[in-house]
T-cell receptor, first 108, second 113 residues
Framework: KNEVEQSPQNLTAQEGEFITINCSYSVGISALHWLQQHPGGGIVSLFMLSSGKKKHGRLIATINIQEKHSSLHITASHPRDSAVYICAVSDQNNDMRFGAGTRLTVKP | DAGVIQSPRHEVTEMGQEVTLRCKPISGHDYLFWYRQTMMRGLELLIYFNNNVPIDDSGMPEDRFSAKMPNASFSTLKIQPSEPRDSAVYFC???????????FGPGTRLTVL
């Protein structure tokens, strides 16, 4: 079993829909990261959080430390949100572990 | 700042050749990370440095891989000899004290024939 599990693996949505991507992990962590990988391959760090909730524009990330679970939400999705979203955790030794990614396609 | 700079962006080489990938982190960042991404294994952390010193190289696949950081503004990842299974995209990232937000470079796409 992977230490970082993401769901769903693939997600197709219509423009304007509310999107949720989930991440569960099984190790103790010091922080959780959400990354976005564009179709061209570039990686952007969206959020780094260790508790609670963070918001940036239409993106919201939440984490529940007790349940070892995080969600990434996208409100009013747009085709330019189409990308692979990767959940990663930093463990107590600051080693990073990655989920397999969720491929999001937003259709106009 | 220009962000994390990696070179080359693409590298095609033949099996057995030495390959050197280069990274310039964001000025002022204390940490530098090397990652590899393949379809089969996704993103993997290979090694990271703190203040130019390698901290954890447990992700380096084997002795053919080596990484150096001779100064705060430059790091190399070397593969010698290269093999076809090394074909992947290699990312470099830098950050302030981790686990702070990491800033990724554009990646180097390596193809070993």
């Amino acid at each position: 079993k992977n230490e970082v599990e993401q769901s769903p693996q693939n997600l197709t949505a219509q423009e304007g829909e509310f999107i949720t991507i989930n991440c569960s992990y099984s190790v103790g962590i010091s922080a959780l990261h959400w990354l976005q990988q564009h179709p061209g391959g570039g990686i952007v760090s969206l959020f780094m959080l260790s508790s609670g909730k963070k918001k940036h524009g239409r993106l919201i990330a939440t984490i529940n430390i007790q349940e070892k679970h995080s969600s990434l939400h996208i409100t009013a999705s747009h085709p330019r949100d189409s990308a692979v979203y990767i959940c990663a955790v930093s463990d107590q030794n600051n080693d990073m572990r990655f989920g397999a990614g969720t491929r999001l396609t937003v259709k106009p | 700042d220009a962000g994390v700079i990696q070179s080359p962006r693409h590298e095609v080489t033949e099996m057995g050749q030495e390959v050197t990938l280069r990274c310039k982190p964001i000025s002022g960042h204390d940490y530098l990370f090397w990652y590899r991404q393949t379809m089969m294994r996704g993103l993997e952390l290979l090694i990271y440095f703190n203040n130019n010193v390698p901290i954890d190289d447990s992700g380096m696949p084997e002795d053919r891989f080596s990484a150096k950081m001779p100064n705060a503004s430059f790091s190399t990842l070397k593969i010698q000899p290269s093999e076809p299974r090394d074909s992947a995209v290699y990312f470099c990232a830098s950050s302030f004290f981790p686990p702070d937000t990491q800033y990724f470079g554009p990646g180097t796409r390596l193809t070993v024939l």
